[in-house]
């Protein structure tokens, strides 16, 4: 939907109902039934890494539990990434998952959902990354992943407001920038229709990365974001010979949640809670 003409950005709006906990924690649980993987990290202390199957990669910021900001019980998953400069401006803080007994999925479709906050982001354009699945891509040596988060900033047409963050999908073969160069050149992407992603509030991101048919789905709060339900190819890619460059999945043997970005700026945080991995469509909280 779109406002009332002042702005340009399409912004994903829901309403969250105000069930009780025991109710959320019932869902969650029933949910939990049939998932590869269920976490709403109740089982740690805050200020404890996330344990059970998960691990941290902390370059440029802190993964830990943290009782501050939760979407449901007590905690939820804190990333902080720290202020980046010219010159050095990586930074990937990210909860990551490799476990065997749960990736690679069944016919290699996974199925996700993370609840989010997002405290902030950046007025400038600059890739970031919040949802990646990767791994080895079939009959070939190198990696590649699939990959949600944003990229461009949402300008009022009018005023040239700040209006969001444009949510995006990316795809690259990661290899390519080895020394030696091991993967072949991609870096590609297909940009949302104006969709901004939310910032100050809880919301719901459910993907599906179809390793079958070499596509990728993202939904914000039980909405389908338009131009980035990916099949086959995207929008561009980097390489000016590949323009058009398939996007052929990998073996989603990995999963990372969290930031990861390649621009300079200020500190970030953003809080992830009740996680669910599994091999069919899984739904927001009601």
């Known amino acids: 939907m779109r406002n009332d003409g002042k702005l340009s950005a399409i912004l994903l709006t829901a309403a969250f109902c105000a069930a009780g906990c025991t109710a959320e924690e ?12 269920c976490d709403d990290f109740e089982s740690a202390a805050a200020g404890d890494k996330p344990g059970g199957k998960w691990r941290t990669v902390e370059v440029g910021g802190s993964v830990v539990l943290s009782s501050e900001n939760a979407r449901s019980g007590s905690r939820a998953v804190k990333i902080s990434a720290t202020a980046t400069s010219m010159g050095n401006d990586f930074r990937t803080v990210m909860l990551a998952l490799d476990d ?23 007025m400038e354009p600059g890739g970031i990354g919040l949802v990646t699945g990767q791994g080895r891509v079939p009959g070939q040596t190198y990696k590649a992943y699939y990959r949600y988060g944003v990229h461009h900033p949402i300008l009022d047409e009018g005023t040239g407001a700040f209006l969001g963050s ?40 459910e993907w599906k990365f179809d390793g079958q048919n070499n596509a990728m789905q993202l939904s914000v709060d039980g909405y389908g974001v338009p131009g980035i ?33 390649y621009l300079p700026d200020e500190a970030r945080a ?12 899984i739904g927001c909280p009601e």
Not at 108 to 119: D, I, S, T
């Open 26 to 37: 019932r869902q969650f649980s029933n949910i939990c039934d049939t998932a590869l993987l």
């Open 100 to 122: 065997t007994s749960v990736l690679p999925p069944e016919g290699n479709v996974l199925y996700g959902r993370a609840m989010m906050f997002v405290e902030s982001v950046p």
């Open 229 to 261: 339900a990916v099949k086959e190819t995207g929008d561009g890619c980097t390489n000016p010979d590949t323009p058009t460059a398939p996007w052929v999945a990998p073996l989603f043997s990995e999963l990372y949640l969290g930031w990861e970005s």
């Open 166 to 205: 444009q949510l995006t999908a990316f795809y690259d073969t990661p290899e390519y920038y080895e020394d030696p160069m091991s993967a072949p050149h991609t870096a590609c992407w297909a940009h949302s229709h104006e969709v901004a992603i939310p910032v100050g509030r809880w919301a719901c991101f």
């Open 270 to 281: 953003i809080w992830i809670d009740d996680v669910v991995l599994a091999t069919q469509p």
